[in-house]
């Protein structure tokens, strides 16, 4: 009697299975406009996903990434230029949503600060071998110390 309570369940669930394939539809294209699916693209690319950080908002899946892909998908329609749709993202997220962002004063920081960084340290590499150098004691012994060790090592004392 078991069996066919079981046999029942599975039949029952595979009806249910099948019919819930029938909902599944055809994936729909992002933009009826290739013109415009193409812009969204080239600009996607040239941002920055503010949760992934250091993916292209082109590739990035985060559903802030999908927003922003509709809004820029939005900006192309009412005609905005490349460099509108830039300059509104950059006052809306800052410069950070940009992939290269402009050098200005404000992101010298960003382009330059490693490159000092690695002047620093080089530098200080350089200054911290010298001073080490000049600091070492000098390592010649002395006829007397040298006698002595030699004795020392003949014999297999402890001093």
Request: proline share 4%; hydrophobic share 45%; charged share 25%.
């Amino acid at each position: 009697m078991n069996t066919r309570w079981i046999t029942a369940l599975l039949v029952g669930m595979g009806f249910a299975l099948m019919g819930s394939l029938t909902y599944a539809k055809e994936a729909v294209p992002m933009a009826e406009n290739p013109v415009v699916e193409a812009r969204l693209v080239k600009i996607s690319e040239e941002l920055r996903c503010l949760v992934c950080q250091n993916e292209s908002l082109a590739s990035s899946r985060a559903e802030l990434a999908n927003d922003l892909r509709e809004e820029v998908r939005g900006l192309i329609r009412q005609n905005k230029s490349d460099a509108d749709i830039k300059e509104f993202l950059v006052s809306r997220y800052g410069d950070f949503v940009l992939y290269r962002p402009e050098i200005k004063p404000l992101t010298w920081l960003l382009w330059f600060g490693p490159f000092v960084l690695l002047l620093i340290a080089v530098l200080g590499t350089m200054r911290y071998l010298r001073l080490r150098g000049k600091t070492l004691p000098d390592q010649t012994l002395s006829d007397a110390d040298r006698l002595r060790a030699e004795q020392l090592l003949q014999s297999g004392d402890k001093p």
